[in-house]
């Protein structure tokens, strides 16, 4: 409306605005004639109408005619004043034009105001209607709600009043509910009253019957136990008679027996006194003859008459002499004849079931199958360019030797026995001489570790008590040479570990007798049969007493104890030895294989040491202890006996699995010298496996068994008294004994969140070799030890050991402090008793040690590593004695 005012009103305006312009003029025309003099004055061409501006161009374009100057004056005059009528005219004409526009334009803004107002009126009218409208609805929605509200609260008490008549309906029903049970509870208990009186009537009837019943049969059971009484009675008797009867033939057999005996005795005195003054005669025939050769000046015949040792004649095994370790680079001796003194053997050579697998190689007088000894060194000998470098023994000295073992490293290993076996085997090889091992096969071995295994002898008959089994037997090569003869053993093998079964005795038994029958039937006629711990006790007594007759006279038996913790005691020998052929009875004697403590039992191991021509023990200390109650267990009375024969030769260990120089177990390799201090990174590498923090703190590690002889409570002492000492501790332990498995297992739960402390559970090859090298002591706290492995191969990787002084502990590691070595010589920490006392004094000084001296520290653990301990010195040792003893 606005919009279409406006255009109403834009016309007006332009002519408003038209009528002002033409005002404008027409003001200017009404000026001109006072103005036009002036101009004229100027001379200028130009004048004006009004409302009209000429100039004198215009006048030239359209000029009128001229005037003519000869009109007269009062025709001017009357022209000029029509002029000016008509210039009056046409300003009164615009005049009302421009009012007549004025009066438009105030038209039009009235018909403007008239209609804005309208429409203000319009729009305040739709307001109040609309304001109305909704003043309406809103009285109306209220009028609902109070409408709905209403209804509502007589919804509400109508529903309030229906359900207080349902509660008094459901009170009502439910009283009368109750009311009903009662009745029909006091129903159904007269019902059972009823029926209880009824039933107890009932018990007591038949209570009554069995009763009868019973006494009836009770008096029949007495009168048939009666019978029965007297029956027992009179075979009681009958036995006691025969029982009589026995003792009295047994007597007599005893009695008989004794006499033979004293009579057997006598003879064996008189002939050993008869052998001792032939031997005597011999000698002094022998001394003559020496003196002789001396005054002749031949030395040749001196050095052959260099008297062969006395043999010793109140042990009849034993034939030779005990100063075997003075003769390490003396000659050996051998004596003439069988494995035993006085034994004659058997006319008829044996005749072979087999031929032999491979034949002996005709150049080599060990007479030893192929592949038993290294072929570099069987032309050598003399000395070699390195004297590191193994010196190869001369031709003629060279020997056969076979290790009859329950274990052998790497592949059937359980502790430093299966070490032992490949070390020296493998250094006995170097040397020149033939070596064979001989093992089970059992199932739970790492058959990863053995190289070229292939079937050797495939029918071996073993005797198995009554029966004969037969068995197989499979060669391989271990720690890069060693040949192994592995033989099954039916059920005995196939189980899921070395030891810790109830027939192990029977089953080391089973495997001793195989052992000797393969050798026997592959006509294997070692010069030493090298045989270990408990488990081949009975080697030896079966060679001389079984293959001995069979013409085998020329082995020779050595028996080496490893731990004697375990002896092989036996209360059933009868089914024992039975199941290899051998009579008990010939057994069961003090100075055979029957238990120094219990009578009743046989012991392996002490077999070993009676029948072997030579025992060894793995340590000189501990071949010491053996002698002594506590270290003997029982033992000592045959030990001591036997001493002649006895000794001890400190183990070495496999410098080549053992070598931080190549370890490739290990993170980074190192030796004694300026390379050492790359051994460090061995500890970061240790720790980041295990989760230790990276402390400034030295690490204490033990590698373990985990049984009581290691000195359980003492390595856990050890954790506590390491966190004191702001030292870290590991410890890699395998537990056979469950319970110590899960009490270890515990504490390493405990102390899980412990990040200086670790203890792995299991038996883990590869951690052992970081550990050894990472680890800056190591602990073995054993209650007693019979030369200890971990302690030796912690040297080597230069990780001060800390031991408690016994055993073969004594004899690899001297004190700082108190061995008299001082800091040049001494190569770790000791100390001597088993308790917590004496542990914190050892732990303690090397870890001041290690904090308070780190130069000093570090010359201790690189004087360890200069110890040589390698099987080198060891294998001399074994040489020599195999050598003496050799037949
Ligand atoms: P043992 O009385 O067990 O024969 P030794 O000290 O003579 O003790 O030899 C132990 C050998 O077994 C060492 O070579 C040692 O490294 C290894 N050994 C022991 N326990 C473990 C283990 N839990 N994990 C790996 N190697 C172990």
């Known amino acids: 409306m606005i919009g279409t005012l406006r255009r109403m009103v834009l016309p007006g305006r332009n002519d408003t605005a038209m009528a002002s312009k033409k005002e404008h003029k027409r003001k200017q025309k009404n000026r001109t004639p006072d103005k036009a ?39 001017d005059d009357a022209a000029r004043k029509r002029d000016e009528a008509e210039a009056a005219a046409e300003a ?54 109070r409408r709905e509200a209403e209804e509502e609260a007589a919804r509400i008490r109508a529903e309030e009043e229906r359900q207080r008549l349902e509660a008094e309906a459901a009170a009502e029903a439910e009283r009368r509910r ?9 129903r159904r208990e007269a019902e059972e009253e009823a029926a209880r009186i009824r039933a107890e009537e009932e018990r007591q009837r038949l209570e009554a019957e069995a009763a009868a019943e019973a006494k009836r049969r009770r008096e029949e059971a007495e009168a048939a136990e009666r019978a029965r009484k007297m029956a027992e009675e009179a075979e009681r008797a009958r036995m006691m008679a025969e029982k009589v009867e026995k003792a009295r033939r047994e007597a007599e057999e005893a009695e008989r027996l004794h006499q033979e005996q004293i009579e057997a005795e006598r003879v064996s005195m008189e002939r050993a006194a008869a052998e001792r003054a032939a031997k005597m005669a011999e000698e002094a025939e022998r001394m003559r003859h020496m003196a002789d050769a001396v005054a002749r000046g031949r030395r040749d015949e001196l050095v052959a008459a260099t008297p062969a040792p006395p043999l010793e004649v109140d042990n009849p095994y034993w034939q030779k002499p005990p100063e075997i370790f003075d003769v390490l680079s003396g000659a050996p001796h051998s004596a003439a004849g069988g494995g035993r003194p006085g034994y004659v053997p058997a006319g008829d050579e044996p005749s072979l079931p087999v031929t032999m697998a491979e034949e002996p190689d005709a150049g080599n007088h060990v007479h030893a199958p192929r592949g038993c000894y290294i072929e570099d060194h069987a032309g050598g000998g003399g000395a070699s360019a390195d004297p590191d470098e193994t010196v190869a023994v001369p031709l003629e000295k060279r020997m056969y030797i076979v290790m009859v073992t329950p274990e052998v490293a790497p592949c059937a290993k359980v502790g430093g026995l299966g070490d032992v076996i490949l070390g020296l085997g493998r250094e006995l090889m170097k040397r020149g001489h033939g070596v064979e091992v001989i093992c089970p096969m059992y199932s739970s071995m790492r058959y990863d570790l053995i190289d070229d295994l292939r079937e050797e002898y495939a029918e071996l008959w073993c005797p198995h008590y009554n029966e004969w089994r037969q068995e197989k037997v499979f060669q391989g090569k271990v720690g890069g040479g060693l040949q192994v003869n592995f033989i099954t053993g039916g059920g005995y093998t196939e189980r899921p570990s070395i030891y810790g079964f109830d027939d192990d005795l029977q089953r080391f038994t089973y495997f001793s007798r195989q052992a000797l029958e393969f050798m026997y039937k592959t006509n294997r006629r070692p010069d030493i049969i090298h045989c270990h711990d408990w488990a081949t006790g009975l080697v030896a007594p079966m060679l001389w007493d079984i293959y001995e007759k069979l013409g085998w006279n020329n082995s020779r038996v050595v028996y080496t104890i490893h731990n004697n913790e375990c002896q092989g005691l036996c209360g059933f020998g009868d089914k024992l030895l039975g199941l290899v052929g051998m009579d008990v009875k010939e057994y069961m004697r003090p100075d055979r294989m029957q238990d120094d403590t219990h009578r009743n039992c046989i012991n392996m191991m002490k077999a070993g040491i009676v029948y072997s021509n030579f025992v060894t023990t793995v340590s000189p200390t501990y071949a010491g202890e053996l002698k002594s109650v506590a270290g003997g267990r029982g033992l000592q009375t045959t030990i001591t006996k036997n001493s002649a024969k006895v000794g001890g030769v400190l183990n070495g260990i496999d410098y080549e699995t053992w070598d931080p120089t190549t370890d490739d177990k290990i993170t980074a390799r190192y030796g004694s010298g300026d390379d050492f201090f790359e051994k460090y990174k061995n500890k970061t590498a240790l720790r980041e496996w295990l989760g230790l923090w990276d402390a400034w703190k030295p690490i204490i590690s033990v590698v373990t068994r985990l049984t009581h002889q290691k000195g359980l409570d003492l390595i856990k002492h050890a954790i506590y008294s390491a966190q004191k000492l702001q030292a870290q501790f590991v410890l890699l332990g395998s537990a056979p004994d469950p319970k110590v498995n899960d009490e270890f297992l515990r504490m390493q739960h405990e102390l899980k969140d412990n990040h200086d402390i670790n203890l792995y559970i299991g038996y883990h090859e590869d951690l052992s070799h ?58 770790g920490f000791t100390f001597r008793d088993a308790n917590a006392a004496s542990l914190d004094y050892g732990l303690g000084r090397a870890v001041r040690l290690w904090y308070d001296n780190p130069d000093a520290f570090n010359r201790l653990a690189r004087n360890g590593m200069r110890y040589d301990y390698s099987w080198r010195n060891p294998t001399e040792h074994y040489e020599n004695i195999y050598n003496y003893i050799k037949a």
């Open 37 to 75: 003099p002036e101009r004229a004055s100027t001379g200028e061409n130009s004048f004006s109408l009004p409302g009209v501006e000429i100039n004198s161009l215009n006048l030239l374009a359209s000029a009128p005619p001229v005037p003519d100057d000869s009109r007269p004056a009062e025709e």
């Open 92 to 145: 009164e004409r615009l005049r009302e034009e421009a009012e007549a526009a004025e009066r438009q334009r105030r038209e039009a803004e009235e018909e403007a105001a008239r209609i804005r107002a309208e429409e203000e009126r319009q729009r305040l009218e739709a307001e109040a209607a609309a304001e109305a409208e909704r003043r309406r609805v809103e009285a109306e929605a209220a009028e609902r709600r």
């Open 178 to 186: 109750v009311e009903a049970e009662a009745a029909e509870r006091q």
């Open 770 to 827: 970081l550990i050894y090298a990472g680890s800056d002591m190591f602990l073995v706290p054993s209650l007693y030890e019979p030369c200890g492995l971990t302690q030796i191969i912690s040297l080597r990787y230069g990780t001060v050991p800390i031991v408690r002084e016994t055993g073969g502990l004594v004899d690899t590691v001297f004190d700082l402090d108190n061995s008299g070595r001082g800091l040049n010589n001494a190569n």
